[in-house]
């Protein structure tokens, strides 16, 4: 996975409160939208990037999706951060707040 596509993703104030939103449990897109405070089309294209590039699961109930973290790739990406010198400094300069 390209390291563009993950900063720029990550580089998104509303994509980085959706992960914090759905570290509490798994949300619906009009959940998401509400709590951004934007309509449900645009918290949906944030839905989409952030599955497409694998840190969200989704489960269809019935014509609704409910969104969850994917832990394990969220913990992937850390792991593979924290093998870099630098990425590793920062990581563990933000643990200390």
């Known amino acids: ?3 563009e596509k993950i900063s720029k993703a990550l580089s998104d104030k509303n ?11 798994q949300r619906n897109v009009s ?3 509400d709590r951004l405070n934007v309509e449900e089309n645009l918290a949906s294209h944030h839905l989409r ?3 497409a590039l694998g840190f ?5 109930k ?6 969850s973290l994917n832990e394990s790739r969220i913990v ?9 010198p630098k ?7 933000s643990l200390k707040d």
């Open 49 to 51: 990037v952030l599955a």
């Open 15 to 25: 994509r980085l409160q959706i992960l914090e939103f759905l570290s509490d449990g």
């Open 87 to 93: 990425f590793k400094s920062i990581l563990v300069d």
């Open 62 to 67: 019935g014509r609704e999706v409910f969104y």
């Open 31 to 33: 959940e998401v939208a």
């Open 56 to 60: 969200l699961k989704n489960d269809k």
């Open 76 to 84: 992937g990406l850390l792991r593979d951060m924290r093998r870099n």
């Open 1 to 3: 996975m390209k390291l």
